[in-house]
T-cell receptor, first 113, second 117 residues
């Protein structure tokens, strides 16, 4: 079974400041890792994913995430946030042979001017 | 453009009525459809998985007689919330899995916000 933990339910940050959204997972099998963003009243949009290879993954909108197998983490980072980054961010895992996603509880990023 | 179309995007209904939500895969054939539900301030939880032409597999705690899923074709799955009650108010999202060439692809729909009065 898999589970995903996002410890921070809300992260307030000022515009142009760096941000890190934390994600830890547990799984008895190897997994793929994902970050999705959900803007108000919209569906999920894929930010980035780790399937294999380099542990540093770059996504859209200037976001990146680093897979750390020993710490079972996949934290999301952005060096300088914009007001438009205000949204809810979900970390998710999926087993290699399974197509069910397991989502974290989400982190609301609130970027202030 | 969107590769998974979900309709309607928003629906308001009276308690006791049934609501049908459609999920269509565009430009690819979805052998498997997943239906998720997101309650306010909570994460998405998988409700059921359906393979084309087969009965859906429901997650524990999800009432199959209340949430009817039909996956009659490779491009369309429907979720019908029967005899909806206010506690069914939620955000429902589908995800379609299929093949594009030799590669598996999976996309999410934009979601349907259901409000039951």
């Amino acid at each position: 079974a898999q589970s995903v933990t996002q410890l921070d339910s809300q992260v307030p940050v000022f515009e142009e400041a760096p941000v890190e959204l934390r994600c830890n997972y547990s799984s008895s099998v190897s997994v793929y890792l994902f970050w999705y963003v959900q803007y108000p009243n919209q569906g999920l949009q894929l930010l980035l994913k780790y399937l294999s290879g380099s542990t540093l993954v770059k996504g859209i909108n200037g976001f990146e995430a680093e897979f750390n197998k020993s710490q079972t983490s996949f934290h999301l980072r952005k060096p300088s946030v914009h007001i438009s980054d205000t949204a809810e961010y979900f970390c998710a895992v999926r087993g290699y042979n399974f197509n069910k996603f397991y989502f974290g509880s989400g982190t609301k990023l609130n970027v202030k001017p | 453009g969107a590769v998974v179309s979900q309709h309607p995007s928003r629906v308001i209904c009276k308690s006791g009525t049934s609501v049908k939500i459609e999920c269509r895969s565009l430009d690819f054939q979805a052998t498997t459809m997943f239906w998720y539900r997101q309650f306010p301030k909570q994460s998405l939880m998988l409700m059921a998985t359906s393979n084309e032409g087969s009965k859906a597999t429901y997650e524990q705690g999800v009432e199959k007689d209340k949430f009817l899923i039909n996956h009659a074709s490779l491009t369309l799955s429907t979720l019908t919330v029967t005899s909806a009650h206010p506690e069914d108010s939620s955000f429902y999202i589908c995800s379609a899995l299929g093949l594009a060439g030799a590669k598996n692809i999976q996309y999410f729909g934009a979601g349907t916000r259901l409000s039951v009065l």
